[in-house]
C-alpha cells in the first residue's frame, strides 16, 4: 500500500521537480515514455461492451449500456451518446463517497468531448425512427485504483469498451411499435481518439503524469488525438500557464505518442461479431 | 427506460434431466474464485467471482472520522457502502445509491461487526467500499465474502472469517446458492452469511414461502457451502504471501550472486577499480570498458545477465558496494 496524504511534503515536491529539471522522472522512465498499458474486453456479461484499462497501476473500467428515448428536437435523427464517470472511494483515499464532484465531471465531459469532436461514432445509425426512437448510450467509467492520469486510462477505457459494443438491434413493426429484431451488431466506429496527457512543472514537459506528480504539478493539459493525426480536443487543468510554442510542441508529441500507443494496442480486436 | 431485449420471466428453472439450468445439483455452489489484494491504493481488497458476479471489496482504515460528530469515543465504527456499477445489471443502473443499496449496506456491516474488534478503535473508522462489477444473483452474500477477505488482507485482527451464501427454493426444491433466474423467479431466497468459527449466522433475510423442514434443509445446504468457500477464501489469502515468499526467495537469491560476482571481481583487481573512476571520463579511455565486459565474460560465465550490459556503473560502485549488500 502506498501511503497518500492530501499534502505532498515540499521536500517531496523539491525532490520531483529536481529530477524533472535533469530530465528524470521518480518512477525511472523518460520525460516522454508512456506507461505499460493493458486492455481487457467484455468482462461484464450484463454490459453490452466493457473494458477494464490499467496505465501502470492507474486503473478504470468502463460499461456501456443502452436505453431507447426521444431524440433532441435539434438533432431528431440522431442518437445520444453520454459519458459519465464516477470516483468510487474504492480506488484512493483521497475518494469520498457522494455525487460525482467536479473532478469526475470535468473527466467524464474531456473523455465525452474526445469522443464528440473525433465523430468516431455514427449517430444516425443510433436512430431508429426519425423523431421518436433513438438509442442512447451511457458511457460510464469507474475509477477503480488511482495513481495518476486517470483521464487518458478513461478515454482508452471508453473507446475500447465502445468498440466492445454488441448492440441489440430494433425495428418498427406494422403498428409503429418498437421491437427487437433479433440480432446483435456491433457500432460503426470510424475513428479511435486517444488522449495524452502532459504535466508541467516550471518549464518542464512530461507525458503521462503518475500520482506523484500530479500532486505537485503546476498544471498539465489533455490532447484527443484521432487517427488522421489530428487534434480533436484539448483540455487544460490548473493554473500554470503555457506559451504557444510550448503547445504546439506538445501537440505534436500527443500525436506521436498516440499514434505509437493506437498501433501497440490495437482495440480493434475487441469488436464482438455481430450475432 | 426502454430495452429490446428482455430477461426470461418464464419459471423453469431445471433441466430435463433434473439438473439445475447451468448443470448444478440441488445442493452445489455456483463456480467460485477470489483473490486478495487486487486494489493497490487500498488497506486491504479483493476480488470475488462467484458465478457471474464479480465483486471488488477495498478497505480503507482505521482512519479519523469524517464527519467528526459520528465519532465514538469507546470504539470504532465500521462503514460499509455497497455499490452497484451501472453496467453490472440487464437494465442500467442509476449511479446514485438506492435504498435497496443503503439496506444491503446496513445488513453486511451488521453481519460483520460481530467478528472484529471495535472496541480496539475508539473514535476511528473502518470503511469498507464494495463495487458489484457484474452481478449474477446473491450478490449480498458475494459482498460479504469479500468484505472478510479484504479486512483480512488488510490485516484488521479479526474473529472470524466470514463466508456468505444463500439458499433458496425453486419449483419446488431447495436449492443451495440461487442463480440470478432462479432468485427472480423462485418461491423463496434466504440470504445467510456463516461466520465460520462457530458456524453461526450473521446475516439473515428470508423471502418467500418455505415449510419449516425445508428452511432446516435449506440452513444443512448453507453450512455445507459455506466450508467449500471458505477453503478458497484461505486458499486466496495464503497464495498472497506465497507469492510474496516466492518473490523474496529470488530477490535473495540474485543478492547472493551479486554479492559473490563482487567479490570475485574485488579479489581479481582491487587497485584497478578507484583508477577507472576518472579514466572512464576522459576521451582516451573509451574502449576499456569493452575490454573489461570481454574479460568479465570469460573469467565469470555464471555472473548474472544484468550485470554485464553495464560495466561502467558497476565498476564505480564496486568499492563501496559488498558492505552494503551483505
Not at chain 2, 423462485?186 to 428452511?215: H, R
Request: glycine share 6%.
Amino acid at each position: 500500500m502506498i501511503d497518500i496524504s492530501k499534502v505532498v511534503s515540499s521536500l517531496e515536491k523539491n525532490y520531483i521537480r529536481k529530477l524533472l529539471k535533469q530530465g528524470k522522472r521518480i518512477d525511472g522512465r523518460g520525460l516522454f515514455e508512456y506507461r505499460e498499458v493493458t486492455v481487457t474486453a467484455g468482462f461484464v456479461p450484463k454490459a453490452e461492451g466493457s473494458a477494464d484499462v490499467h496505465i501502470g497501476d492507474s486503473r478504470v473500467m468502463c460499461g456501456v449500456k443502452y436505453d431507447i428515448g426521444r431524440p433532441y428536437s435539434d438533432n431528431p435523427d440522431k442518437g445520444v451518446c453520454t459519458v459519465m464517470s464516477e470516483f468510487v472511494p474504492i480506488a484512493s483515499p483521497m475518494f469520498e463517497p457522494g455525487r460525482p464532484g467536479e473532478d469526475a465531471i470535468q473527466l467524464a465531459r474531456v473523455v465525452d468531448r474526445g469522443i464528440r469532436h473525433t465523430n468516431c461514432l455514427d449517430y444516425n445509425e443510433l436512430c431508429v425512427k426519425v423523431g421518436e426512437f433513438v438509442y442512447i448510450l451511457f458511457i460510464d467509467c469507474y475509477m477503480m485504483d488511482h495513481f495518476g492520469n486517470l483521464t487518458d486510462t478513461a478515454a482508452i477505457a471508453a473507446i475500447a469498451a465502445l468498440l466492445n459494443v454488441n448492440l441489440p438491434r430494433a425495428k418498427i413493426d406494422a403498428d409503429g411499435k418498437l421491437e427487437w429484431d433479433g440480432t446483435y451488431r456491433p457500432l460503426n466506429i470510424s475513428e479511435i481518439p486517444i488522449s495524452i496527457t502532459f504535466g508541467k512543472i516550471d518549464d518542464v514537459i512530461f507525458v503521462d503524469p503518475i500520482l506523484a506528480e500530479e500532486m505537485v504539478l503546476d498544471g498539465s493539459i489533455a490532447f484527443a488525438v484521432d487517427e488522421k493525426k489530428q487534434v480533436t480536443s484539448i483540455q487544460k487543468y490548473k493554473s500554470a500557464t503555457w506559451s504557444v510554442e510550448e503547445i504546439m510542441e506538445t501537440s505534436a508529441k500527443a500525436v506521436e505518442i498516440a499514434d505509437e500507443l493506437r498501433k501497440k494496442l490495437n482495440l480493434r480486436q475487441y469488436t464482438p461479431k455481430a450475432c | 427506460m426502454t430495452i429490446l431485449v428482455q430477461e426470461p420471466h418464464d419459471e423453469v428453472c431445471f433441466r430435463e434431466d433434473g439438473k439445475r439450468l447451468d448443470g448444478r445439483a440441488v445442493d452445489e455452489i455456483r463456480s467460485f474464485s477470489c483473490e486478495v489484494g487486487v486494489i493497490k491504493n487500498a488497506q486491504g481488497s479483493a476480488l470475488v467471482r462467484h458465478g457471474g458476479n464479480q465483486i471488488y471489496a477495498a478497505i480503507y482504515g482505521p482512519r479519523e472520522v469524517h464527519p467528526r460528530h459520528l465519532a465514538k469515543p469507546d470504539r470504532g465504527i465500521l462503514r460499509v457502502y455497497y455499490r452497484m456499477a451501472t453496467f453490472s445489471v440487464h437494465e442500467r443502473k442509476s449511479p446514485a445509491p438506492n435504498r435497496r443499496e443503503n439496506e444491503i449496506s446496513k445488513v453486511i456491516r451488521e453481519s460483520l461487526e460481530p467478528v472484529l474488534f471495535l472496541e480496539a478503535y475508539p473514535d476511528s473508522q473502518i470503511e469498507i467500499y464494495i463495487e458489484v462489477i457484474a452481478a449474477d444473483g446473491g450478490t449480498r452474500c458475494a459482498s460479504t465474502t469479500a468484505a472478510s477477505l479484504a479486512l483480512a488482507d488488510a490485516g484488521i485482527p479479526m474473529k472470524s472469517m466470514v463466508v456468505g451464501v444463500a439458499a433458496g427454493k425453486a419449483q419446488g426444491k431447495v436449492l443451495l446458492d440461487l442463480g440470478d433466474k432462479e432468485d427472480k423467479v423462485g418461491q423463496a431466497d434466504i440470504p445467510c452469511v456463516v461466520v465460520m468459527k462457530d458456524k453461526s449466522i450473521s446475516l439473515l433475510q428470508f423471502d418467500g414461502e418455505m415449510s419449516l423442514d425445508e428452511m432446516k434443509l435449506g440452513f444443512e445446504y448453507v453450512l455445507k457451502g459455506a466450508e467449500d468457500i471458505y477453503q478458497s477464501q484461505l486458499e486466496a489469502l495464503k497464495s498472497k504471501y506465497q507469492k510474496i515468499s516466492e518473490e523474496a526467495l529470488k530477490e535473495d537469491a540474485k543478492i547472493d550472486k551479486s554479492a559473490i560476482a563482487t567479490e570475485e571481481k574485488i579479489e581479481d583487481g582491487p587497485a584497478e577499480g578507484p583508477e577507472d573512476l576518472p579514466q572512464n571520463k576522459s576521451e582516451d579511455a573509451v574502449d576499456l570498458p569493452v575490454a573489461e565486459k570481454v574479460e568479465e565474460k570469460a573469467a565469470e560465465p555464471k555472473a548474472p545477465k544484468a550485470e554485464n550490459p553495464a560495466p561502467e556503473p558497476e565498476g564505480k560502485t564496486t568499492p563501496s558496494n559488498p558492505p552494503g549488500d551483505a
